[in-house]
């Protein structure tokens, strides 16, 4: 599509969803892009909700019916209906349950939420750059408050794990010896952060400021271990 209209069909993508009740209407080919591209164009509080879902269908309801892994069919087995699925007329052809193909939700939740990337093939240089919803972004019920992953690549051991808290946002990093990483903080000004209790601009070793925006503040990082902890904004007083 041409970048000008991307926005609308987008917001059009997210009207659809929620005329549906916040459920996918999505076979194979439909689901791998859904979230990502919600994330990409505005939406990821909906992108979130849905993940965290658990009404038919959605990763949720596998999960609640026994689901360990991907299944072929979003009610491939129902705890009412067994084999037959979420109508009870289903038949048991082509109903794999371990077929983590298209309809699979991970890759969204290293790369996107979690934020493990790769800027060149191997890790040789890496990005962290986690997606974090806002506080209402599951009406639902309780809204993701941490995300934790690591991932083995050919360098060695990645890691991202952010949390919010009672007082601001902390991040855990960790980064392979003989890489490089751009890491992006959430955070409105680079003096609310500080790395392993030191204030980032105090130098903190290994942290190098590479440039920001209105959102966040994005570092370039050595290997090593890092605590990132974002303090949150003081009340507003009348």
Not at 115 to 137: K, M, Q, V, Y
Not at 150 to 159: H, K, N, Q, T, V
Request: aromatic content about 8%.
């Amino acid at each position: 599509a041409p970048a000008k209209h991307v926005a609308t069909i987008a917001a059009q993508l997210a009207g659809r969803i929620e005329a549906n009740g916040y459920r996918m209407a999505t076979g194979f080919l439909g689901t791998k892009p859904l979230l990502p591209v919600l994330s990409a164009h505005g939406h990821h509080d909906l992108a979130c909700r849905l993940f965290q879902s658990r009404q038919f269908p959605s990763w949720g309801y596998e999960v609640e019916q026994g689901a360990t892994s991907v299944w072929e069919r979003w009610d491939s087995f129902t705890k009412e209906h067994g084999f037959d699925g979420v109508s009870g007329k289903n038949n048991a052809g082509m109903n794999s349950f371990s077929h983590y193909a298209f309809g699979a939700v991970m890759e969204w939740a290293f790369t996107t939420l979690a934020g493990i990337d790769a800027l060149e093939p191997g890790f040789g240089r890496i990005l962290i750059r986690p997606c974090i919803p806002s506080a209402a972004s599951n009406p639902d019920g309780r809204p993701l408050t941490w995300a934790a992953a690591e991932y083995a690549s050919p360098r060695g051991l990645i890691r991202s794990h952010w949390q919010k808290r009672d007082d601001g946002l902390e991040m855990r990093v960790t980064i392979p010896a003989n890489t490089t990483a751009r890491v992006r903080v959430p955070a409105a000004a680079d003096d609310v952060i500080t790395e392993s209790g030191r204030p980032l601009a105090d130098g903190a070793p290994g942290v190098r400021l590479v440039s920001r925006d209105a959102d966040a503040a994005e570092l370039e990082l050595g290997s090593g271990d890092y605590r990132f902890r974002v303090a949150a904004a003081a009340p507003v007083r009348s």
